[in-house]
């Protein structure tokens, strides 16, 4: 089974332009998250999505949104990007949506912002 | 609000000797704990969890980490280590209350095994 991918695996955009993130679960996986991993930190939570729905947000501005489609498939959105912004992003996805559920990571997505 | 220190951003070992990854936590409520595990070249994976029970908790390949209330501690061992447990070890927290408010990582240490 293919396990959690992530497109593009690399990225580079200039301050103020948007970025379009995708992700797609594995098979049979509802849930889908969102964390950004800045170089020498851990991942930090940026949204859930579970059934299409938003289930939970992070610590983060309104320039960074996301949606989940019928297929489960995942989008993460920023606008007006900010030097800041440079970072791995990281998609994971579950079966459910609890708390204690194992998480399983794509590769995630480099993004630079110059 | 909940955090996680990782007080050892790297740990240089031995092959074969006995190695203590330190995790600390922080959180109003009661948490659920991971330890996750990233390999050179690949994505973050499950190494261990606690949820309830026993404190002791144990992976499929020889590491174990112990559930400490009192000193609200996750603290990840293995009594013999190899070149190929070379990786970034992350813990982790989450609500147990139901919420969605997505794993709290610590900043990870860096095992470094030398042969």
């Known amino acids: 089974d293919a396990g959690v991918t992530q497109s593009p695996t690399h990225l580079i955009k200039t301050r103020g332009q948007h970025v379009t993130l995708r992700c797609s679960p594995i098979?049979?996986?509802?849930?889908v998250s969102w964390y950004q991993q800045v170089l020498g930190q851990g991942p930090q939570f940026i949204f859930q999505?579970?059934?299409?729905?938003?289930?939970g947000r992070g610590n983060f501005p309104d320039r960074f949104s996301a949606r989940q489609f019928p297929n489960y498939s995942s989008e993460l959105n920023v606008n007006a990007l900010l030097l800041g912004d440079s970072a791995l992003y990281l998609c994971a996805s579950s079966l459910g949506q609890a708390s204690n559920e194992k998480l399983f990571f794509g590769s995630g997505t480099q993004l630079s912002v110059l | 609000a909940q955090s996680v220190t990782q007080l050892d951003s790297q740990v240089p070992v031995f092959e074969e000797a006995p190695v203590e990854l330190r995790c600390n936590y922080s959180?109003?409520?009661?948490?659920?704990l991971f330890w996750y595990v990233q390999y050179p070249n690949q994505g973050l994976q499950l190494l261990l969890k606690?949820?309830?029970?026993?404190?002791l908790v144990e992976s499929i390949n020889g590491f174990e980490a112990e559930f400490n209330k009192s000193q609200t501690s996750f603290h990840l061992r293995k009594p013999s280590v190899h070149i190929s447990d070379t990786a970034e070890y992350f813990c982790?927290?989450?609500?147990?209350?139901?919420?969605?408010?997505?794993?709290?990582f610590g900043k990870g240490t860096h095992l470094i095994i030398q042969p």
């Open positions: 098979s049979g996986h509802k849930s």
């Open positions: 999505y579970y059934e299409k729905e938003e289930r």
């Open positions: 606690y949820l309830s029970g026993s404190t």
């Open positions: 959180s109003s409520v009661s948490v659920y």
């Open positions: 982790a927290v989450s609500s147990s209350g139901g919420g969605a408010d997505g794993l709290t």
